[in-house]
Antibody, heavy 121, light 107 residues
Framework: EVQLVESGGGLVQPGGSLRLSCTAS????????MNWVRQAPGKGLEWVSY????????NYADSVKGRFTVSRDNAKTSLYLQMNSLRDEDTAVYYC??????????????WGQGTTVTVSS | DIQMIQSPSFVSASVGDRVTITCRAS??????LAWYRQKPGKAPELLIY???SLQGGVPSRFSGRGSGTDFTLTISSLQPEDFATYYC?????????FGQGTKLEIK
């Protein structure tokens, strides 16, 4: 079964840091490009970051650029999101999502269940 | 950045109804448009991509049309599991952007 499982969410104070993880199984993780997408409480979806299979292409939303860092360890079939200088507006459910494995296709066909990050004093 | 505007934001309908949701891009995106369904408390699921191609396992009551800037998602006969929120997303360029969502409620 193709599966993504996020972890690492929690309560953190403004200005603090948190590292999210996403563990993949059931597919060839090392060949697939990945994303982080978030959803603030009661709000819509916001794309956060993209990383290619070999980590040579990385993109960020302007809202997190300079504060968040995406990385991956293909040997551990894991995706990470290091979040620094957290703000109240970073409070959200964070999803990892796999890009469709076709050249030029950037939609996301497999999603994790999400991990909740709450930034509050 | 490419802005995606969905309409309507809310729609009320009954089981068996036909519903159409519209998504407009602020600039041309060819057919690089995805539709997702998100049930309450669950992760989004990909329905259609690109623009009019049904993903595997998605019921044929879902259909997508459009290219350039204007796109539609049609559900031909609503089922109870379709009462959810629907999002369009452009994948033409980074940053990838979503519409604000359309919440489909039971009348």
């Amino acid at each position: 079964e193709v599966q993504l499982v996020e972890s690492g969410g929690g309560l953190v104070q403004p200005g603090g840091s948190l590292r999210l993880s996403c563990t993949a199984s059931g597919f060839n993780f090392g060949s697939d490009n990945m994303n982080w997408v978030r959803q603030a409480p009661g709000k819509g979806l916001e794309w956060v970051s993209y990383i290619s299979s070999s980590s040579n292409t990385i993109n960020y939303a302007d809202s997190v650029k300079g504060r968040f860092t995406v990385s991956r360890d293909n040997a551990k079939t894991s995706l990470y999101l290091q979040m620094n200088s957290l703000r109240d507006e970073d409070t959200a459910v964070y999803y990892c999502a796999k890009r469709i494995a076709l050249v030029g296709y950037y939609a996301m066909d497999v999603w994790g269940q999400g991990t909740t990050v709450t930034v509050s004093s | 950045d490419i802005q995606m505007i969905q309409s309507p934001s809310f729609v009320s309908a009954s089981v068996g109804d036909r519903v159409t949701i519209t998504c407009r891009a602020s600039q041309g995106i060819y057919n690089w448009l995805a539709w997702y369904r998100q049930k309450p408390g669950k992760a989004p699921e990909l329905l259609i991509y690109p623009a009019s191609s049904l993903q595997g396992g998605v019921p044929s009551r879902f259909s997508g049309r459009g290219s350039g800037t204007d796109f539609t998602l049609t559900i031909s006969s609503l089922q109870p599991e379709d009462f959810a929120t629907y999002y369009c997303q452009q994948t033409n360029s980074f940053p990838l952007t979503f519409g604000q969502g359309t919440k489909l409620e039971i009348k």
